[in-house]
Nanobody
């Protein structure tokens, strides 16, 4: 079992930055691919960014490419999402998720989820 806890969300003006964290506990963190998803009001949850177990491979949704950076520190059992140049369309609840094996974009393949952290970007 893996427990995931997100933090770092909040209210920010358009063009601003936030850094989300996802702290993991329970199993060997470095065994897991990690991913950020988000869900905006009235919309389905969508893939944002993923990182493989080592941190050497990363993947991004087109909508955040060039603005967001995913990273991880296996020594601290923590994953991060640096979000720059935020837009009102980035407003959503952000979730981190974990799975054994390769990182991917399909949420159904992720076994463990955090409770989410709210990000609100004002115009």
């Amino acid at each position: 079992q893996v427990q995931l806890v997100e933090s770092g969300g909040g209210l920010v003006q358009a063009g601003g930055s936030l850094r989300l964290s996802c702290a993991a506990s329970g199993r060997t963190f470095s065994n897991y691919a990690m991913t950020w998803f988000r869900q905006a009001p009235g919309k389905e949850r969508e893939f944002v960014a993923a990182i493989n177990w080592s941190g050497y491979s990363t993947y991004y949704a087109d909508s955040v490419k060039g603005r967001f950076t995913i990273s991880r520190d296996n020594a601290k059992n923590t994953m991060y999402l640096q979000m720059n140049s935020l837009k009102p369309d980035d407003t959503a609840v952000y979730y981190c998720a974990a799975k054994i094996g390769l990182a991917g974009v399909k949420e159904a393949r992720y076994d463990y989820w955090g409770q989410g952290t709210q990000v609100t970007v004002s115009s």
